[in-house]
C-alpha cells in the first residue's frame, strides 16, 4: 500500500512539474542520460524522472533534447566515449531533424515515396525471364524473410485471417546480363518500384537483384491486427548503387576458431547489411587450420586436430557467399606470423628464434610473431606452390599477402640469414624487401592482385608493383592520402576494428578515411572502399555477433552511401531510428546482436527496440 501511494504521489508531482516547467518542458523527450562515469544511464520510456531531466537539460548547456515529436535536437556523437560529458552534446546549429522517409538500411542512393499504404500477398509469386540458379535460391530464402508468420522452415501456412483483397501479388525481377563471373568491378546497382500495380526490381547483374531483394524485405511490415502485411508510404522509387565496390569485414578464425555453422550465419549477415566482402585471415602465427593436399603437414599447425578447414569446407564457404553477393578473399599473411607454418615445416622459420633477442618465445599464445626465413631453400618454393593450390579454391583476382609487423629480431640468430645478407650487403629491412618483392611476383604469376597490410608501403613506398593494393589499417586518412598520391589503390581498415570493444557506431560512422583525399578525383577513384576488422584475440563464436552487430552497421552505411553517412549536421540522428529498427531486423532473423549502445540496458518487454 505504502508503494502505491508512493507512486500516486510521484505520479501527482510529475503532472505539477510539468505544468510548472511549462511549454520549454514540454519541448523536451529523452531518449538516453549518462552520468560522467557511465554507471546511471535513463531512458524517457515509462519513468517518472522526466520533470528531473527536463530541468537538468535546460540548464546544462552540454544537454541534448528532443522536441515533441520526437526528433533529437542535437548529435549524440561523443556521449557514449566523451568521459567529461555528463549528458550528451548540445548542437545549436541543429533546429530539427526530419527522419528519412523509409526505414533501410544501408539508406539507398536515391528514394521518392508517398504517402499510401498497400497490401502484399504472402503468396507473392516470382516473375523473371533470368535462368539464374543464383536468383532462384535468393528468392526461396527471401519468401521466409518477407512472410515470417507464413514460412516455417521450408513450409508454406496460408493465412487463417479474415479474406483480403491483397494490393500485391506478383514480383518481376529484370537482369540485364547473365554473367555471374563476381569481382570487384561487377556492377551492383538495381532499381526498385513498388506500387498498388506491383513491385519491380531492375538491375544489371544477379547480385544487383539480390540487394533489391534485401531493401525490398525491410520494407515488408507485417499488422499483426490486421493480420496482412504492408508496405507503407508508396508509390516508392530507389535507385540504388554503392559508392564504394569494396565493404568487406575481416574474421580471424585463426587465433580462435569459428566452427562452419557460424560462419554461414555471419555471411547472413553481411548480405543484409549489404556487405559484399568475406576477408578470411584464416591463418595466423598461433594457428594453421586450413587444409593443403600439396603441403599435408602444414595443418598439423592447427591449434586442436578437430578444428580445422577442409578443402571441402573451403569450396563450400566460397560458393555459400557467392550465392549472396560476397567475394571471399584469404590472407596468407608473411613473412610475419608465421609460427604455425612452423609446426609441419620447421625448415621454414629460422634458426634460433626462440633465443633471439627481440623476438616472441611464448608462441602459440601472445605475443607470436615469428616470421618465416626468406632464406630457406623451402620457402619461396611452398608459398608459390600454395599460392598455385589455391589460385582456383579462392576465385577473387585478389590475395592478401599481409606483410605487417615483422619482427626482424628473429632473423638475428641465424648464420644463414646472416651471412646471406652480408653476402649481398642487404640490411634485415632489405631481406624484408626481397621477400615482399618475391611473393608479389608469386602472386601475380599465380593470377593474383597482391594486397598488403599498410607497413609494406611504409617500409619500400614507390618501389612497389604499381598493381599491388595498400590497405590501411593503423594511419588511417594519413596514409591513404600517401598511397593514393603514390598512384595506388588502397584500402582502409584504420578505426574499424570490431575487437575495440569500448567504441559506439557514432565513432564508427563518423570516421572518414577520405577525409584528406576528398575532392581531388584522380586520388578518389584510387580509394576502393574497407573493411571491418574483427580481430580473434579476444572473441571466440559465443560471442562474435555481439562484438560485430549492431556496430558494423556503422562501417556498412559509411562504405554504401557515403554521401548520407558521416559526420555533418543531422547524419548521426537521421541513422538512429534506422539503426536501431535494423538491429531488429537482425535479431528476428536469428543474428545475436548487441545494443546499439551496449553499455546501455534494456528496460521493457520489446527484445530489441528498448536497446
Given at each position: 500500500k505504502?508503494?502505491?501511494?508512493m507512486?500516486?504521489i ?10 510548472v516547467l ?29 520533470a ?20 533529437l535536437?542535437s ?14 552534446i ?37 516473375r ?26 521450408d513450409?508454406?501456412v ?13 514480383l518481376?525481377?529484370e537482369?540485364k ?6 569481382q570487384?568491378?561487377?556492377?551492383q ?7 498498388s ?10 547480385y ?20 496482412i ?71 598439423q ?15 563450400f ?13 584469404p590472407?596468407?599473411?608473411?613473412p ?6 612452423g ?5 621454414l ?13 611464448t ?7 615469428v ?11 611452398l608459398?608459390k ?13 585478389f ?9 626482424q ?14 653476402k ?7 631481406l ?33 608493383d ?13 596514409f591513404?592520402?600517401?598511397s593514393?598520391k603514390?598512384g ?6 584504420s ?8 567504441e559506439?557506431?557514432t ?40 562484438l560485430?552487430?549492431?556496430?558494423n ?5 559509411r ?6 553517412s ?10 538512429l531510428?534506422?539503426?536501431h529498427?535494423f ?5 528476428r532473423?536469428g ?10 540496458y ?7 527496440l528498448?536497446?
Open positions: 505504502n508503494h502505491a501511494k507512486r500516486q510521484n505520479v501527482l508531482l510529475l503532472f505539477l512539474s510539468l505544468f511549462g511549454f520549454s518542458a514540454l519541448n523536451y523527450r529523452f531518449q538516453e542520460w549518462q552520468s560522467v562515469d557511465k554507471s546511471k544511464v535513463m531512458s524517457f520510456w515509462g519513468r517518472k524522472d522526466y528531473f531531466l527536463s530541468t537538468k537539460c535546460d540548464s546544462d548547456p552540454k544537454c541534448a533534447g528532443f522536441d515533441s515529436n520526437g526528433n535536437l548529435s549524440v556523437a561523443g556521449a557514449a566515449y566523451d568521459q567529461t560529458a555528463s549528458l550528451f548540445k548542437d545549436s546549429s541543429l533546429n530539427q531533424t526530419s527522419y528519412l522517409p523509409i526505414n533501410v538500411w544501408p539508406y539507398p542512393t536515391s528514394v521518392s515515396s508517398g504517402n499510401v499504404e498497400i497490401t502484399v500477398s504472402p503468396m507473392l509469386s516470382l523473371t525471364s533470368s535462368p539464374s540458379v543464383i536468383l532462384q535460391k535468393g528468392w526461396k530464402r527471401y519468401q521466409k524473410i518477407f512472410f515470417p508468420q507464413n514460412f516455417y522452415d513450409s508454406f496460408a493465412p487463417q485471417g479474415a479474406k483480403v483483397q491483397f494490393a500485391v501479388s506478383t518481376t525481377v537482369i546480363n547473365s554473367n555471374e563471373n563476381l570487384l568491378e561487377t556492377d546497382s538495381y532499381d526498385l518500384e513498388i506500387s500495380n506491383g513491385i519491380q526490381i531492375s538491375s544489371n547483374t544477379v544487383g537483384a539480390l540487394y533489391g531483394l534485401e531493401t525490398l524485405a525491410q520494407l515488408i511490415k507485417y499488422n499483426y491486427n490486421k493480420e502485411y504492408i508496405i507503407k508510404s508508396t508509390p516508392i522509387s530507389i535507385k540504388d548503387s554503392p559508392s564504394f565496390l569494396h565493404r568487406g569485414m575481416l574474421l580471424d578464425t585463426s587465433r580462435h576458431y569459428i566452427p562452419m555453422a557460424q560462419l554461414k550465419v555471419m555471411l547472413d549477415s553481411l548480405s543484409y547489411a549489404k556487405m559484399n566482402v568475406f576477408h578470411w585471415h584464416i591463418v595466423d602465427a598461433q594457428s594453421f587450420p586450413l587444409q593443403s593436399r600439396a603441403y599435408p603437414k602444414l595443418w599447425g592447427a591449434w586442436n586436430p578437430t578444428e580445422k578447414y577442409t578443402l571441402n569446407d573451403v569450396a564457404i566460397v560458393k555459400y557467399a557467392k550465392e549472396r553477393g560476397i567475394r571471399v578473399i590472407e596468407f599473411d608473411g610475419g606470423h608465421a609460427w604455425a607454418w609446426v609441419g615445416y620447421p625448415e622459420l629460422p634458426e634460433g628464434w626462440a633465443t633471439a633477442k627481440s623476438c616472441s618465445n608462441c602459440p599464445s601472445n605475443p607470436c610473431n616470421p618465416l626465413d626468406p632464406t630457406s631453400p623451402s620457402t619461396y618454393p608459398l606452390g600454395l599460392y598455385n593450390e589455391f589460385k582456383n579454391v579462392f576465385p577473387d583476382q590475395l592478401h599477402l599481409g606483410g605487417d609487423e615483422v619482427e629480431g628473429c632473423w638475428s640468430n641465424s648464420k644463414r640469414i646472416s651471412q646471406y645478407i652480408t649481398k650487403n642487404i640490411t634485415l629491412d632489405g624484408y624487401e626481397e621477400f615482399v618483392q618475391k611473393v608479389h611476383v608469386l602472386s601475380l604469376e599465380a593470377g593474383k592482385i597482391p594486397i598488403n597490410w599498410e607497413e609494406v608501403f611504409r617500409h619500400f613506398g614507390s618501389k612497389l604499381k598493381r599491388i593494393i595498400n590497405h590501411a589499417w593503423w594511419s588511417g586518412p594519413t591513404i592520402f600517401n593514393t603514390a595506388y589503390r588502397t584500402l582502409s581498415s578505426g574499424w576494428y570490431l575487437d575495440h570493444w569500448t559506439t557506431w565513432k564508427w560512422y563518423q570516421n572518414d578515411p577520405m577525409a584528406l583525399i576528398r575532392g581531388n578525383p584522380s586520388l578518389e577513384k584510387l580509394y576502393l572502399g574497407g573493411e571491418s576488422a574483427m580481430w580473434g584475440e579476444r572473441m571466440t563464436a559465443s560471442n562474435l555477433f555481439h560485430v552487430w549492431p556496430k552497421c556503422a562501417v556498412s552505411e562504405l554504401w552511401n557515403d554521401a548520407i558521416g559526420s555533418g549536421v543531422g547524419k548521426i540522428e537521421r541513422a531510428p534506422r539503426l529498427e538491429k531488429c531486423v537482425l535479431e532473423r543474428i545475436n546482436a548487441d545494443p546499439v549502445y551496449s553499455w546501455n534494456a528496460q521493457f518487454p520489446s527484445a530489441c528498448d536497446s
